[in-house]
């Protein structure tokens, strides 16, 4: 005994099989939307073989070559409070913050 298949049965299939794999799709886009998964980029402050640097008195910055010392009005992080990377926590404070010329932390000047 033969089957026999008629085109519209076939095309309704095909057409069953995108319309899931479109569901399949759009499950998986909501699952990584509703996880909270992101792929967040992170920018350096300095390039590798440099270290940051900030004007004393002020909240300038700079990188500095790893064998060269901070230049004139330019003074190193205090340790521990370093910024690593853009927007990161220390970051964020050293826009408000400085050093004065004894090295104490107080707030910026030019802060606003």
Same mark, same amino acid.
């Given at each position: 005994?033969?089957? +026999?298949?008629? +085109?519209? #049965?076939?095309?309704?299939?095909?057409?069953?099989?995108?319309?899931?794999?479109?569901? #399949? !799709? /759009?499950?998986? /886009?909501? #699952?990584? #939307? !509703?996880?909270? $998964? &992101?792929?967040?980029?992170?920018?350096?402050? $300095? &390039?590798?073989g440099e270290y940051p640097v900030m004007?004393?008195?002020?909240?300038?910055?700079? $990188? =500095? &070559? @790893? *064998?060269? %010392?901070?230049?004139?009005?330019?003074?190193?992080?205090?340790?521990?409070?370093?910024?690593? %990377? =853009? @927007? *990161?926590?220390?970051? =964020?404070?050293?826009?408000?913050?400085?050093? @004065?010329? *004894?090295?104490?932390?107080? *707030?910026?000047?030019?802060?606003?």
């Amino acid at each position: 005994m033969s089957r +026999r298949i008629s +085109r519209p #049965a076939t095309a309704s299939r095909r057409g069953r099989v995108r319309v899931a794999a479109a569901a #399949a !799709l /759009a499950g998986a /886009a909501a #699952a990584v #939307a !509703l996880t909270g $998964c &992101s792929f967040a980029y992170e920018e350096d402050i $300095c &390039s590798e073989g440099e270290y940051p640097v900030m004007t004393v008195g002020g909240t300038g910055s700079a $990188c =500095v &070559s @790893d *064998d060269k %010392q901070p230049p004139k009005d330019y003074t190193r992080y205090p340790e521990g409070k370093v910024p690593k %990377q =853009v @927007d *990161d926590k220390w970051d =964020v404070y050293w826009r408000t913050h400085t050093l @004065d010329k *004894d090295g104490k932390i107080i *707030d910026a000047p030019d802060a606003g």
